[in-house]
């Protein structure tokens, strides 16, 4: 009853803390600049911009630049090889962070401080609570919180380099608290080999399934490798649960230790159980009879995640989709206070105390009809952002990013108390272009949203996309590639030429003015639709994770640079589809 009693206490005390950071939000960005400069503004990066010795708020915002990584990545490069941290920030350096760089850019090495660490630690610890507080009964249950790790690397001057998560799951914190509410054993986290870790959690889940209350990932793309992963190897799983006996390809020590513990016997009855809903014609709610305890699936699922909310809405049978949080490896951002809101409505109210943000106006056409303008203005501080505008956001922080352009783009849609919320739009700078028009990946997510309605009727789920603008003949062409399968199964669709182009149809309908105006006079041809076989953007991850990127951070790129990454989804077609050119052009001229 004590325990009931402390929890309840740290939740109040929690939501508490919320109410005063978003009440206060203005003077703690103020004080947030001015701690870090008083920290930091005698390093020799930031000290060039004080010649006056003058470290204020207005010398801060008239001296020193708006940068991107490029323009930090010298300094970073020299700490890395072995010069002091002191030359960009005061506090000592802990380790370095290694961003996904799978949305769109490379992959980048951020340091990270004890006091950085606290607030992310912080952050996260507000995040669970508000979702928690939501779902009433954060004492009860588990959760099947599926993580990886990626192996560390040592840099020249013998600094450690890892994904977030990969270092704080071996922190005391994490630790504890998955011991005290996960399923799996942390030895199937630290493990290396992302098979045998994704075999042993989900093995870990279903033992305790029963006992399961969340399903979660940071990312929506694991969740999602996940289910495909359940898809291709239930049956393994429920033999393992039915003889007792662990598969023999799981050879990691730390992985055949942990599960020894918790595989312990026979259970034919559990195997049964889960034989006979997986054998079901469909998956529908395949979640929800596995875990037949779950309150909700927790996983971020806006921006270039969204492409997977329809798959888990339909796996999920109708429980709730958290997206919790807005976070990056170069700082906490926001947090989504109405964890019940629909995926595509979700907002990130800033918090003033993990770093100090500024926001760069955007211009955005309104609704398509002219060339996407990006103007870019003097920054404005938190206090100061529009309703409505766009901005990309700048951060500031105590390990050594100065006025650093993170590219993202995010609109402002309301306020909680005094702080901003923030509805992800896209990753700056990740566009299709043959010509002078510039499609996001927003306008592509729109763009397919729309499209994919049409297939709905037909049984059809589109369960991952990715694009890139086919420059090797000319006019060159949008190529989409699409993964596509029928509800019931994992059967590939029967594809209709019909519909498939009529598919291609909206998505260029659906583009900005710029584009049908060139696509209408020749400058752009028809867009190709590449549908590829189930399982193939697993592949494209794969790919992805050989090159370094951890599962965990992964976000599918909608838009491929990569000539290596479209060559493996280019192998996997199994139908291509252009737009037809009089359809598209009646569609114009109705518009
Ligand atoms: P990483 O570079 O691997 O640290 O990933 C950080 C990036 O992931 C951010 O800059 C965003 O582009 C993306 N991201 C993080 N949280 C969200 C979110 N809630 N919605 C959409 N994208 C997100």
Known sequence: MAGEIEIKEIYENGMKILEDLTNNAHELQEQMLEEILRRNAGTEYLSRFFPSGQADKLNFKTNVPIVTYEDTKPYIDRIANGETSSILFADPIIQFIRSSGTSGGQQKLIPITAESFEKGKYHLFLVDIVTKKCFSGPDEGKSLSLYFSKPEI??????????????????????????????????????????????????????????VVQLSSIFASVLARATKFLEDYWR?????????????????????????????????????????????????????????????????????????????????????????????????????????????????????????????????????????????????????????QYYEVVVTTLAGLYRYRVGDVLKVTGFYNKSPQFQFVERQNVVLSIDTEKTTEEDLSKAITNAKLILEPFGIMLTAYSSYSDTSSIPGRYVLFWELKMKGSNDLPKLDAKIMEECCCIVEESFGFTYKALRKGGAISALELRVVKHGSFDELMDFYISKGASITQYKPPCCLKSEDAIKILNSAMVGKFFSPKTMFLSALSEG
């Open 154 to 211: 040592e840099t020249p001057s013998g600094i450690v380099a890892s994904p977030y998560l990969t270092f704080y799951s071996k922190t005391d914190i994490f630790q504890s608290n998955l011991a005290k509410f996960c399923t799996s054993p942390i030895e199937t986290i630290l493990c290396l080999d992302n098979k045998q870790s994704m075999f042993c959690q989900l093995l870990t889940g279903l033992l305790q399934r029963d006992e």
């Open 236 to 388: 393994e799983l429920c033999c393992n649960i039915r003889t007792g006996y662990l598969s023999d390809w799981i050879i990691d020590p730390g992985c055949k230790n942990a599960m020894s513990l918790i595989l312990t016997g026979p259970n034919p009855e559990l195997a049964d159980l889960i034989q006979q809903i997986c054998e079901d014609k469909s998956w529908e709610g395949v979640i929800k009879k596995l875990w037949p305890k779950i309150k909700y699936i927790s996983s971020i699922c806006t921006g270039s995640m969204s492409q997977y909310i329809s798959l888990l809405e339909f796996y999920g049978g109708g429980i709730p989709l958290v997206s919790p949080s807005y976070v990056s490896s170069e700082a906490c951002f926001g947090i989504n206070l109405q964890p019940l809101s629909k995926p595509f409505d979700v907002s990130y109210t800033f918090l003033p105390n993990t770093a100090y943000f500024e926001f760069l106006p955007v211009n955005k056409d309104g609704g398509g009809k002219a060339q996407e303008t990006r103007t870019m203005d003097k920054p404005v501080d938190l206090a100061n952002v529009k309703l409505g």
